[in-house]
């Protein structure tokens, strides 16, 4: 029996409305709702330009090489230095612990202070451990006179700032101490060397100085080697493509410091990692970090290593960010993305999103992806709560055990912890209330 006493007529309802969206041109938005509308501050925005004016007028220059004890401020026998902010042993990580016990040893003592770099105008890669007995780099800003300090890089594989400390690694750091540092502070006695324009130069060859420095390295060979800088030292440099970072951090760290102090600025002038905690220093409290747990890198791994064996984002190079380079330079650098992961197009959309957080354009380190654009330059903490977006770092993954090494590289975001933090910190309290921005991260004084 049939159900239906009439023949069936279909109606369509919306069908022309329909084909209309499908076949309309569509443009997929990246939005995302702020995480705070905040009110126009005349007195930030002036003490904003004020500290990133200094920032973008930062000329370094690399000046000489000393001794950590007898140049670096505050240094003493009886300290290590390690990147990130504060640290105890106890909550160390397994490449900062192994770190900071090949320094122990290569110094002969049994114990010492802990301190981050940063505390004494340092910075380092990875562990980021300065011993008293260490050579280190001196890089003066040329505008501010301001003096910053690194260590000397290692190279790669089984190298201290990894967490190793056997016996090749020590003997590797002892004839740096040896034969290494004084070649090179004999070559820097003829005349600094103008780092900025290195820098300016490297970018335009496809460095972003903060995973890569091909170019940088390999200019910086060639001005060493006319100073007349032995076989055996050079022969080293022309082996490690990184030799250039720690300049690149030392040059950035001056740069930033040259910022700092200015009232009411919201200036991020630090961002450091020390395996277990990421930290933030704004230059408006520069006597502050700003803290909240370190994320994990995602990237590419070597061999048969995992996103399982990565330890917490490490080292002081995001200096290098604060400043401009780094993963805000990759449109700079699109090889960079066969080491980090991503494509030569994400790349550019990298660099392009920073500017929606900083408050200025490098007039030194240009693009020639973007027509020469100014890197983004100059992290404003109030922008990053306002959009929600997190600064990017690009970055080498370290094994979480000490001594294994480097099994990768990626990429990071800053978490948003530390930011919110600031801000509440720098933003004068409504009448009657508190700021009213949700969210955690800690502060705590540099000199705990």
Request: glycine share 12%.
């Amino acid at each position: 029996m049939s159900l239906l006493s009439a023949p069936v007529r279909v109606v369509s309802a919306g069908a022309a409305m329909l084909a209309d969206v499908l076949e309309a041109e569509q443009v997929r938005v990246d939005w995302r709702p702020p995480l705070e509308r905040l009110e126009p501050d005349g007195e930030v925005d002036a003490a904003n330009q004020e500290a990133v004016a200094h920032m973008l007028a930062a000329r370094p220059h690399w000046v000489g090489v000393g001794v950590a004890r007898d140049v670096i401020p505050g240094m003493r026998d009886d300290l290590l230095l390690h990147s990130g902010p504060p640290l105890s042993w106890e909550a160390a990580s397994g490449p900062m612990r192994g770190a900071l016990e090949g320094a122990l040893r290569l110094e002969g003592r049994s114990s010492a202070d802990l301190e981050p770099c940063h505390q004494h105008m340092a910075v380092g890669p990875m562990a980021g451990v300065i011993s008293a007995g260490m050579p280190v780099v001196v890089v003066e800003d040329r505008t501010s006179g301001v003096r910053a300090y690194s260590n000397l890089n290692e190279g790669l594989g089984r190298v201290l700032r990894y967490g190793a400390n056997d016996a090749d690694v020590l003997d590797r750091l002892r004839w740096m101490g040896n034969v290494l540092g004084p070649d090179l502070k004999a070559a820097l006695e003829q005349g600094p060397i103008d780092l900025g324009g290195i820098n300016q130069k490297a970018l335009q060859m496809g460095d972003e100085l903060h995973n890569r420095h091909r170019a940088a390295t390999s200019m910086l060979f060639r001005g060493l080697a006319l100073r007349g800088l032995s076989r055996e030292s050079l022969a080293f440099i022309d082996q490690n493509d990184y030799f250039y970072l720690n300049l690149a951090m030392a040059a950035a760290k001056a740069a930033c410091e040259a910022a700092a102090g200015v009232a009411r600025s919201t200036l991020v002038v630090a961002m450091a990692r020390n395996g277990t905690e990421f930290g933030v220093r704004v230059s408006g409290s520069p006597e502050l970090w700003f803290t909240a747990p370190a994320a994990v890198p995602v990237g590419l791994f070597l061999g048969s290593y995992e996103q399982e064996d990565a330890n917490p984002d490490i080292g002081d190079s995001a200096i290098t960010e604060t400043y401009g380079l780094g993963g805000f330079a990759m449109a700079a650098a699109p090889a960079i993305t066969r080491v980090v992961g991503g494509s030569a197009q994400s790349a550019l959309e990298a660099t392009r999103e920073m500017y929606e957080i900083t408050l200025a354009e490098s007039p030194i380190h240009l693009v020639p992806g973007l027509d020469f654009r100014g890197t983004p330059t100059g992290i404003d903490v109030r922008r990053v709560v306002e959009t929600g977006i997190q600064p990017l770092i690009n970055t080498g993954i370290a094994h979480r055990e000490p001594g294994i090494g480097q099994i990768g590289a990626g990429l990071v975001r800053a978490p948003l912890e530390p930011f919110l933090a600031a801000h509440r910190h720098l933003s004068p309290p409504p009448v009657g209330g508190v700021p009213g921005v949700a969210g955690g991260g800690g502060s705590r004084p540099s000199g705990e």
